[in-house]
């Protein structure tokens, strides 16, 4: 398994992270960069078509707002989000799982992939995901917040994962995701 960020890192917005597999794909949350000339996640058509699944976080657009591009440049797979998030997005992915934030819980859905997820405290809806693909664990938080005093956070202290994507996104740091991605490659 490989983690691609697809953008996010040092950006406020296009919170996109791609997990490849053998086989198949995961994408986590697809968002706009607005006011950007490329405001769409940094995934070529051959990346998009290998992805089975995407998880959304939340109804922000800074992590849903791409869906319909991605629909167009050819993905076809599931989109599961809590049902809360659904019915706040403007454009609805096709085939979906709605996911009950009522409790935290756990899904399989496929022989190597199983998720648990719980609410991030950010805001209705908000999830966070902890996935095992692949024989690996893996952690996405989508603006995860759990000193917030009007949605209810799941904490998540002493979980323990092999890789961990904790949504940084208004940090202080300006530039882009390719910005960060080559300082990342420079650092080996």
Same mark, same amino acid.
Request: proline share 2%; net charge negative.
């Given at each position: @398994? ?6 996010? +890192?040092?950006? #406020? ?15 986590? /949350? +697809?968002? =706009? ?13 051959? %990346? ?6 995407? *998880? ?6 800074? #992590? ?5 591009w991605l629909y167009q %440049?050819? *993905? $076809? ?6 049902? !809360? ?9 096709? !085939? ?15 022989? &190597? ?27 996405? =938080?989508?603006?995860? $917040?759990? /000193?917030?005093?009007?949605?209810? $956070? &799941?904490?998540?202290? &002493?979980?323990?994962?092999? @890789?961990? *994507?904790? &949504? $940084? ?9 390719? %910005? ?9």
């Amino acid at each position: @398994m490989k983690a691609y960020i697809a953008g996010g +890192c040092y950006e #406020h917005g296009r919170n996109s992270f791609l997990l490849e597999g053998s086989e198949y794909s995961l994408l986590v /949350d +697809c968002g =706009t960069m607005q006011g950007s000339e490329t405001p769409n996640p940094y995934l070529s058509k051959e %990346q998009i078509s290998k992805i089975r699944y995407v *998880f959304l976080t939340h109804s922000h657009k800074d #992590h849903v707002g791409s869906l319909e591009w991605l629909y167009q %440049q050819g *993905f $076809c797979g599931k989109v599961y989000l809590a049902k !809360e998030t659904y019915e706040q997005m403007s454009v609805k992915p096709k !085939e979906y799982v709605l996911l009950d934030i009522s409790k935290q819980d756990t899904v399989r859905i496929e022989n &190597d992939l199983e998720i648990r997820y719980g609410r991030s405290g950010h805001c209705v809806g908000s999830l966070w995901f902890k996935m095992s693909f692949e024989e690996k664990e893996v952690l996405f =938080t989508g603006d995860y $917040c759990e /000193d917030s005093e009007a949605y209810i $956070c &799941d904490v998540l202290r &002493d979980t323990y994962v092999d @890789m961990a *994507f904790v &949504d $940084c996104a208004y940090g202080n740091k300006i530039g882009t995701a390719l %910005q960060s991605k080559q300082k990342l490659k420079e650092k080996k």
